[in-house]
């Protein structure tokens, strides 16, 4: 038979265990690597409504690589999974949802026939323009919510983070 002090004990230590798990939690929380993932996560979310505002039916990672295509004309599926930090397959999907929406169009390479090239349709140029209202709405929204300044020295440190990070990367 259980007794009551037992059954406050192993309370007790639930609830010990609990407090310790939030306070883990909360130095997470507190972590750069948990804010720079809410804030892309946010910031993806507020893409996502400014897009749909414009009947855009792209998510943030589609609006990239469109985008990416549509200032890159000519690039191979390799260099574009490159220039976006994706794997090839990823790549593909995403090719092969663009040719179905008639977005971009694939051609022969004229010095290796192997090697399709990725060129923009008038629709894929019509939404990359589009894309570009996106993001002014969503850079609006957010230097709503920061002055200026803050907005400026979010930037700028960001900027100096992802370079130092990449450095360290490739060293």
């Known amino acids: 038979m259980v007794n009551i002090s037992t059954i406050h004990i192993f309370a007790f230590q639930k ?26 996560k946010c910031i993806f979310h507020l893409a996502s409504k400014n897009a749909e505002s414009l009947n855009i039916n792209l998510n943030p990672n ?17 260099e574009l999974a490159e220039i976006v930090e994706r794997n090839k397959s990823s790549i593909q999907r995403t090719i092969q949802s663009f040719l179905k929406k008639n977005l971009i169009k694939l051609y022969k390479d004229k010095n290796d026939k192997r090697k ?31 002055d200026i300044e803050q907005y400026e020295e979010y930037l700028t440190l960001s900027k100096a983070l992802a370079e130092r990070l990449n450095n360290k990367i490739l060293n």
């Not at 407090?19 to 750069?32: C, H, L, P, T, V």
């Not at 990239?64 to 004309?73: E, P, R």
């Not at 060129?119 to 894929?124: E, H, N, V, Y």
């Open 15 to 40: 609830l010990l265990k609990m407090k310790n798990q939030r306070n883990a939690y909360s130095d997470f929380e507190q972590s750069i690597f948990f804010q720079v993932s809410l804030i892309t």
């Open 62 to 78: 589609q609006l990239h690589v469109l985008f990416t295509i549509y200032h890159n004309q000519g690039l191979s599926q390799q």
């Open 116 to 146: 399709n090239l990725i060129a923009i349709t008038p629709a894929g140029e019509k939404i990359s323009l589009a894309i570009k209202k996106v993001i002014h709405r969503t850079e609006n929204d957010i230097k709503q919510i920061l």
